[in-house]
Protein backbone atom coordinates (compact mmCIF):
# COMPACT_ATOMS: atom_id res chain seq x y z
CA UNK A 1 0.00 0.00 0.00
CA UNK A 2 1.45 3.57 -0.52
CA UNK A 3 1.82 6.36 1.94
CA UNK A 4 -0.87 7.95 -0.16
CA UNK A 5 -3.14 5.32 0.05
CA UNK A 6 -2.67 4.68 3.55
CA UNK A 7 -3.35 8.78 4.58
CA UNK A 8 -6.84 8.18 3.66
CA UNK A 9 -7.16 5.28 5.86
CA UNK A 10 -8.04 2.60 3.26
CA UNK A 11 -7.88 -0.78 4.01
CA UNK A 12 -7.17 -3.34 0.71
CA UNK A 13 -10.91 -4.54 0.84
CA UNK A 14 -11.82 -1.11 0.10
CA UNK A 15 -9.33 -0.75 -2.59
CA UNK A 16 -10.46 -3.86 -4.41
CA UNK A 17 -12.94 -3.13 -7.57
CA UNK A 18 -16.18 -3.16 -6.81
CA UNK A 19 -17.24 -6.61 -8.56
CA UNK A 20 -14.59 -8.36 -6.75
CA UNK A 21 -16.04 -6.42 -3.54
CA UNK A 22 -19.29 -7.87 -4.60
CA UNK A 23 -18.14 -11.27 -5.07
CA UNK A 24 -16.66 -11.00 -1.33
CA UNK A 25 -19.94 -10.02 0.31
CA UNK A 26 -21.90 -13.00 -1.85
CA UNK A 27 -19.34 -15.67 -0.37
CA UNK A 28 -19.66 -13.92 3.10
CA UNK A 29 -23.41 -14.57 2.92
CA UNK A 30 -23.50 -17.90 1.42
CA UNK A 31 -20.86 -19.04 3.61
CA UNK A 32 -22.89 -17.75 6.67
CA UNK A 33 -25.81 -19.48 5.35
CA UNK A 34 -24.38 -22.62 4.44
CA UNK A 35 -22.47 -23.13 7.59
CA UNK A 36 -25.13 -23.81 10.09
CA UNK A 37 -26.52 -26.64 7.90
CA UNK A 38 -23.52 -28.24 7.49
CA UNK A 39 -23.16 -28.55 11.33
CA UNK A 40 -26.26 -29.83 12.20
CA UNK A 41 -25.73 -32.47 9.16
CA UNK A 42 -22.41 -33.57 10.61
CA UNK A 43 -23.79 -33.73 14.36
CA UNK A 44 -26.92 -35.71 12.74
CA UNK A 45 -24.18 -37.68 10.88
CA UNK A 46 -21.92 -38.36 14.14
CA UNK A 47 -24.65 -39.30 16.16
CA UNK A 48 -26.15 -41.81 13.89
CA UNK A 49 -22.87 -43.37 13.56
CA UNK A 50 -21.98 -43.36 17.20
CA UNK A 51 -25.59 -45.37 17.73
CA UNK A 52 -24.58 -47.81 14.80
CA UNK A 53 -21.60 -48.78 16.46
CA UNK A 54 -22.94 -48.99 19.94
CA UNK A 55 -25.01 -52.16 18.13
CA UNK A 56 -28.59 -50.88 19.28
CA UNK A 57 -30.94 -52.36 17.11
CA UNK A 58 -28.33 -54.08 15.16
CA UNK A 59 -29.89 -56.47 12.78
CA UNK A 60 -31.61 -53.50 10.89
CA UNK A 61 -29.78 -50.29 11.90
CA UNK A 62 -27.88 -49.90 9.17
CA UNK A 63 -25.02 -46.79 9.37
CA UNK A 64 -24.57 -43.74 7.34
CA UNK A 65 -22.28 -44.89 5.24
CA UNK A 66 -24.73 -48.07 4.21
CA UNK A 67 -27.53 -45.70 3.78
CA UNK A 68 -25.31 -43.13 1.70
CA UNK A 69 -23.64 -45.70 -0.57
CA UNK A 70 -27.48 -47.01 -1.16
CA UNK A 71 -28.63 -43.55 -2.22
CA UNK A 72 -25.07 -42.93 -4.48
CA UNK A 73 -25.65 -46.63 -6.17
CA UNK A 74 -29.26 -45.47 -7.24
CA UNK A 75 -28.29 -41.82 -8.03
CA UNK A 76 -25.67 -43.69 -10.60
CA UNK A 77 -28.32 -46.27 -12.03
CA UNK A 78 -30.55 -42.70 -12.79
CA UNK A 79 -33.82 -45.09 -10.52
CA UNK A 80 -33.51 -42.00 -8.02
CA UNK A 81 -32.99 -38.90 -10.61
CA UNK A 82 -36.29 -40.69 -11.93
CA UNK A 83 -38.37 -41.49 -9.02
CA UNK A 84 -37.46 -37.53 -8.07
CA UNK A 85 -38.80 -36.42 -11.00
CA UNK A 86 -42.15 -38.44 -11.00
CA UNK A 87 -42.70 -36.94 -6.99
CA UNK A 88 -41.67 -33.74 -8.10
CA UNK A 89 -44.34 -33.44 -11.04
CA UNK A 90 -47.44 -34.88 -8.69
CA UNK A 91 -46.07 -32.16 -5.82
CA UNK A 92 -46.22 -29.19 -8.36
CA UNK A 93 -49.81 -30.26 -9.96
CA UNK A 94 -50.89 -30.67 -6.87
CA UNK A 95 -49.63 -27.80 -5.20
CA UNK A 96 -50.43 -25.52 -7.74
CA UNK A 97 -54.21 -26.59 -8.30
CA UNK A 98 -54.27 -25.90 -4.04
CA UNK A 99 -53.51 -22.77 -4.72
CA UNK A 100 -55.68 -21.50 -7.64
CA UNK A 101 -58.48 -23.33 -4.93
CA UNK A 102 -57.22 -22.08 -2.14
CA UNK A 103 -56.64 -18.38 -3.36
CA UNK A 104 -60.07 -17.88 -4.88
CA UNK A 105 -61.74 -19.06 -1.89
CA UNK A 106 -59.70 -16.91 0.49
CA UNK A 107 -60.52 -13.36 -1.57
CA UNK A 108 -64.21 -14.58 -1.75
CA UNK A 109 -64.54 -15.50 2.18
CA UNK A 110 -62.67 -12.49 3.77
CA UNK A 111 -64.12 -10.45 1.09
CA UNK A 112 -68.02 -11.59 1.39
CA UNK A 113 -69.45 -11.55 5.43
CA UNK A 114 -71.63 -14.14 4.82
CA UNK A 115 -70.03 -16.92 3.07
CA UNK A 116 -67.24 -16.33 6.00
CA UNK A 117 -69.46 -16.94 8.69
CA UNK A 118 -70.80 -20.08 6.63
CA UNK A 119 -67.74 -21.68 5.83
CA UNK A 120 -64.99 -19.66 7.68
CA UNK A 121 -64.65 -22.22 10.76
CA UNK A 122 -64.82 -24.74 8.22
CA UNK A 123 -61.58 -23.68 6.58
CA UNK A 124 -59.77 -23.88 10.20
CA UNK A 125 -61.74 -27.28 10.68
CA UNK A 126 -60.41 -28.83 7.18
CA UNK A 127 -56.62 -27.54 7.67
CA UNK A 128 -56.48 -28.94 11.31
CA UNK A 129 -57.19 -32.51 9.84
CA UNK A 130 -54.27 -35.25 9.43
CA UNK A 131 -53.71 -35.63 5.50
CA UNK A 132 -54.05 -39.84 6.31
CA UNK A 133 -57.28 -39.70 7.21
CA UNK A 134 -59.07 -38.01 3.34
CA UNK A 135 -56.98 -41.27 2.04
CA UNK A 136 -60.10 -43.74 2.71
CA UNK A 137 -62.77 -41.00 0.89
CA UNK A 138 -59.58 -40.81 -1.66
CA UNK A 139 -59.36 -44.16 -2.69
CA UNK A 140 -63.45 -45.34 -2.46
CA UNK A 141 -63.69 -42.09 -5.57
CA UNK A 142 -60.71 -42.26 -7.53
CA UNK A 143 -59.02 -45.90 -6.68
CA UNK A 144 -55.75 -46.11 -5.92
CA UNK A 145 -53.83 -43.97 -8.08
CA UNK A 146 -52.45 -40.49 -8.78
CA UNK A 147 -55.70 -38.79 -8.85
CA UNK A 148 -56.45 -39.81 -5.61
CA UNK A 149 -53.10 -38.73 -4.30
CA UNK A 150 -53.60 -35.05 -5.88
CA UNK A 151 -57.07 -35.10 -4.40
CA UNK A 152 -55.70 -35.02 -1.10
CA UNK A 153 -52.98 -32.68 -1.73
CA UNK A 154 -55.78 -30.09 -2.37
CA UNK A 155 -57.32 -30.93 0.82
CA UNK A 156 -54.86 -30.53 2.90
CA UNK A 157 -53.09 -27.29 1.21
CA UNK A 158 -55.87 -25.39 -0.39
CA UNK A 159 -57.18 -24.61 3.23
CA UNK A 160 -53.50 -23.27 4.13
CA UNK A 161 -53.41 -21.25 1.31
CA UNK A 162 -56.83 -19.64 2.11
CA UNK A 163 -56.45 -19.00 5.66
CA UNK A 164 -53.22 -16.68 4.60
CA UNK A 165 -54.76 -14.93 2.14
CA UNK A 166 -57.64 -14.34 4.81
CA UNK A 167 -55.32 -13.04 7.55
CA UNK A 168 -53.92 -10.55 4.66
CA UNK A 169 -56.63 -9.38 3.66
CA UNK A 170 -58.37 -8.73 7.27
CA UNK A 171 -54.78 -6.32 7.98
CA UNK A 172 -55.12 -4.35 5.44
CA UNK A 173 -55.46 -0.92 6.60
CA UNK A 174 -59.34 0.51 5.89
CA UNK A 175 -57.55 3.49 5.48
CA UNK A 176 -55.70 2.14 2.14
CA UNK A 177 -58.95 0.40 1.04
CA UNK A 178 -60.51 4.27 1.27
CA UNK A 179 -57.58 5.96 -0.27
CA UNK A 180 -57.79 3.14 -3.10
CA UNK A 181 -61.53 3.43 -3.80
CA UNK A 182 -60.62 7.66 -3.79
CA UNK A 183 -58.16 6.89 -6.52
CA UNK A 184 -61.28 4.91 -8.46
CA UNK A 185 -59.78 1.71 -7.73
CA UNK A 186 -62.95 -0.55 -8.12
CA UNK A 187 -64.10 -4.45 -8.45
CA UNK A 188 -61.16 -7.15 -9.41
CA UNK A 189 -58.70 -3.39 -10.01
CA UNK A 190 -59.06 -2.80 -6.26
CA UNK A 191 -57.87 -6.47 -5.22
CA UNK A 192 -55.44 -6.53 -8.36
CA UNK A 193 -53.10 -3.26 -7.51
CA UNK A 194 -54.41 -2.79 -3.61
CA UNK A 195 -55.76 -5.89 -1.83
CA UNK A 196 -53.25 -8.42 -2.84
CA UNK A 197 -50.37 -6.59 -2.89
CA UNK A 198 -50.87 -5.66 0.46
CA UNK A 199 -51.51 -9.17 1.65
CA UNK A 200 -48.67 -10.56 0.45
CA UNK A 201 -46.97 -11.12 3.14
CA UNK A 202 -49.62 -12.83 5.12
CA UNK A 203 -50.46 -14.85 1.59
CA UNK A 204 -46.29 -15.75 0.97
CA UNK A 205 -46.82 -17.40 4.65
CA UNK A 206 -49.81 -19.10 3.80
CA UNK A 207 -48.48 -20.60 0.65
CA UNK A 208 -45.66 -21.99 2.38
CA UNK A 209 -47.31 -23.45 5.56
CA UNK A 210 -49.92 -25.29 2.14
CA UNK A 211 -46.53 -26.63 0.15
CA UNK A 212 -45.70 -28.09 3.69
CA UNK A 213 -49.17 -29.60 3.30
CA UNK A 214 -49.27 -30.70 0.14
CA UNK A 215 -45.76 -32.59 0.87
CA UNK A 216 -46.41 -33.78 3.87
CA UNK A 217 -49.68 -35.06 2.33
CA UNK A 218 -47.88 -37.13 -1.32
CA UNK A 219 -45.16 -38.85 0.78
CA UNK A 220 -48.37 -39.91 2.97
CA UNK A 221 -49.89 -40.94 -0.27
CA UNK A 222 -46.88 -42.45 -1.95
CA UNK A 223 -45.72 -44.44 0.92
CA UNK A 224 -49.58 -45.72 2.11
CA UNK A 225 -50.87 -46.35 -1.63
CA UNK A 226 -47.82 -47.51 -3.92
CA UNK A 227 -45.15 -48.61 -1.69
CA UNK A 228 -44.70 -52.61 -1.13
CA UNK A 229 -45.19 -54.25 2.05
CA UNK A 230 -40.97 -55.86 0.86
CA UNK A 231 -39.92 -51.98 1.15
CA UNK A 232 -40.84 -51.11 4.96
CA UNK A 233 -39.03 -54.32 5.97
CA UNK A 234 -35.57 -52.20 4.10
CA UNK A 235 -34.13 -50.05 7.01
CA UNK A 236 -31.65 -49.05 4.34
CA UNK A 237 -33.77 -48.26 1.73
CA UNK A 238 -36.65 -46.17 4.05
CA UNK A 239 -33.66 -44.67 5.46
CA UNK A 240 -32.58 -43.48 1.75
CA UNK A 241 -35.98 -42.55 1.33
CA UNK A 242 -36.46 -40.46 4.77
CA UNK A 243 -33.48 -38.41 3.70
CA UNK A 244 -34.77 -37.49 -0.31
CA UNK A 245 -37.67 -36.27 1.38
CA UNK A 246 -35.75 -34.28 3.71
CA UNK A 247 -33.59 -32.85 1.07
CA UNK A 248 -36.23 -32.00 -1.08
CA UNK A 249 -38.30 -30.32 2.09
CA UNK A 250 -35.26 -28.25 3.15
CA UNK A 251 -34.54 -26.29 -0.38
CA UNK A 252 -38.24 -25.79 -1.04
CA UNK A 253 -37.79 -24.46 2.11
CA UNK A 254 -34.64 -22.24 1.32
CA UNK A 255 -36.22 -21.03 -2.13
CA UNK A 256 -39.84 -19.80 0.13
CA UNK A 257 -37.74 -17.90 2.56
CA UNK A 258 -35.78 -16.38 -0.16
CA UNK A 259 -38.93 -14.97 -1.35
CA UNK A 260 -39.98 -13.63 2.00
CA UNK A 261 -37.16 -11.70 2.47
CA UNK A 262 -36.81 -10.30 -1.08
CA UNK A 263 -40.30 -9.51 -0.72
CA UNK A 264 -39.57 -7.56 3.08
CA UNK A 265 -36.51 -6.39 1.86
CA UNK A 266 -38.93 -4.39 -1.24
CA UNK A 267 -41.11 -3.27 1.52
CA UNK A 268 -38.58 -1.81 3.64
CA UNK A 269 -39.25 -4.42 6.49
CA UNK A 270 -35.23 -5.48 6.50
CA UNK A 271 -32.71 -4.18 8.16
CA UNK A 272 -30.20 -3.82 5.44
CA UNK A 273 -27.49 -4.11 8.04
CA UNK A 274 -28.59 -7.91 9.26
CA UNK A 275 -29.74 -8.41 5.87
CA UNK A 276 -25.69 -8.21 4.20
Not at 16 to 24: Q, T, V
Not at 71 to 84: D, K, P, V
Not at 185 to 197: A, Q, T
Not at 237 to 246: E, M, N, P
Amino acid sequence: MSTEQASYGLDSSELRPAHERRAARVARAAWAAAWPKLLAIVLVLGIWELVHLTGWKHFVLSGPSTVLSYLWHYAQTGQLWSAIGVTMRRALTGYLVALVVGSVVGLLVARIPPLRAAVGSIITGLQTMPSIAWYPLAIILFTRGEVAIVFVMILGAAPSIANGLISGVDYTPPLLLRAGRTMGLRGLNLYRYLVVPASLPAFVAGMKQGWAFAWRSLMAGELVLLNTNESLQDFTGVTAIIIVILVIGIVVDMLFTKADTALRRRRGLLDPEAAS
